[in-house]
C-alpha cells in the first residue's frame, strides 16, 4: 500500500488548509487512518485519528474542535481539514494507515501502531 500526502502550504494566522491523502494498492476502507505531525526538533505528535468504520474521530485536547479528519472511500481519500490555524501548527503533516483484519471499530494513537506512511506536506502558518 502507498500514501500520497498533499495540500500542505503557508498560510496566515487563522487561515485554514485541506490536507489529502490518497492510498492506493488496496482499499482505504480496509484500514484506521492518522494524521500526525512533527515541528523541527520535537516527535511526532498525534493530531485526528478515524476507525476503520468510519464511526469513531479522535482529536488531542489541544485541538479544540480546530481539526476535523475524514475518509472518502469513494476515493480511496482521507482528508484532514484544518482550520484558525496557529503558528504552533507549523510542521510536516503525515498521513498514516494501520493494520488491517481489525474489528471495524478499531483506532489507535501510537506512531508504531501504523505501519504505512505518507511522505508528508509542510504547513507553515506565519505571524
Known amino acids: 500500500v502507498q500514501l500520497v500526502d498533499s495540500g500542505g502550504g503557508l498560510v496566515q494566522l487563522g487561515g485554514s488548509l485541506t490536507l489529502t491523502c490518497e492510498l492506493s494498492?488496496?482499499?482505504?476502507?480496509?484500514?484506521?487512518i492518522a494524521w500526525f505531525r512533527q515541528a523541527p526538533g520535537k516527535g511526532r505528535e498525534l493530531v485526528a485519528r478515524?476507525?476503520?468504520?468510519?464511526?469513531?474521530?479522535q482529536y488531542p485536547s489541544w485541538v479544540k474542535g480546530r481539526f476535523t479528519i475524514s475518509k472518502d472511500n469513494a476515493h480511496n481519500t482521507a482528508r484532514l481539514q484544518l482550520t484558525n490555524l496557529q503558528p504552533d501548527d507549523t510542521a510536516v503533516y503525515y498521513c498514516?494507515?494501520?493494520?488491517?483484519?481489525?474489528?471495524?471499530?478499531?483506532?489507535?494513537?501510537?506512531?508504531?501502531?501504523?505501519?504505512?506512511w505518507g511522505q508528508g506536506t509542510q504547513v507553515t502558518v506565519s505571524s
Open positions: 478515524v476507525s476503520v468504520n468510519g464511526w469513531t474521530r
Open positions: 498514516a494507515a494501520g493494520m488491517t483484519n481489525v474489528p471495524p471499530e478499531s483506532t489507535y494513537d501510537r506512531v508504531y501502531e501504523y505501519p504505512n
Open positions: 494498492g488496496d482499499t482505504l476502507s480496509r484500514y484506521p
